[in-house]
């Protein structure tokens, strides 16, 4: 019963890497600097607070991150201007996110754990935040690329 827990989990980042990829993966040196509109954020920026905010989430699992908030809370001013830096950043939260599933026995899912913008919740709700805001800004990078300036 438990691996099938587990397997859930596993499936449901499996899905969202997918789903964000078909934006995710679009992304290069060449197109960062294009966003939806001149009072938008660019598509390197918000590429980079994806990574960045998986990363930063991490704490909230045990699994406390070195990176700097460039962008969260913050105006884009060139932070996602390094693609390298910025696709490092993704790969290394998904990464993480792997880990925390393989890391997380079944009951600790329904752990609650304190955050500063949703209060207490559990680790498996939190968790599904950080599904639901990668999917939201890959579509935003989506529809700039196909849209933007």
Known sequence: ????????????????ILSCSFSLNRVSSENISKSLNENTSSVGFI??????????FGYFFG??????????????EGQGNDFEES?????????????IIETTPISGWSDIIETPFFGAVTKARLFSHILYHNSYHA???GLALKRGL
């Open 1 to 16: 019963m438990e691996l099938i827990k587990m397997e859930i989990f596993r499936d449901l980042l499996a899905q969202n």
């Open 47 to 56: 590429y980079r607070h994806i990574g960045e905010t998986m990363l930063m």
């Open 63 to 76: 699994k406390p991150s070195e990176v700097q908030n460039t962008t969260l809370g913050k105006q884009d």
């Open 87 to 99: 696709k490092k950043l993704i790969d290394e939260g998904f990464k993480m996110l792997e880990e």
């Open 139 to 141: 579509g935003q990078i």
